[in-house]
């Protein structure tokens, strides 16, 4: 079974950013996340669709 959510240090670790840029990006709506509990975790789509706009704003 594939993983569907991320830690916000692994999050970090797959885009190689720091932990308080994921916070940014969670905090903006720029990256989507998920609370369970009393922390947030990031679907693995969300991490591909953030990327995926970056490449588009890329181009």
Known sequence: ???????????A???QIGRSKVFD???TG???SVK????????ARAIDSY????M???A
């Open 30 to 32: 720029e990256l989507a």
């Open 1 to 11: 079974m594939d993983r569907k959510l991320y830690r916000v240090e692994e999050v």
């Open 36 to 43: 369970i509990g009393g922390s947030r975790r990031v679907p």
């Open 13 to 15: 670790r797959i885009m």
């Open 51 to 54: 990327l995926d706009r970056l």
């Open 25 to 27: 990006l969670m905090r």
């Open 56 to 58: 588009d704003e890329a």
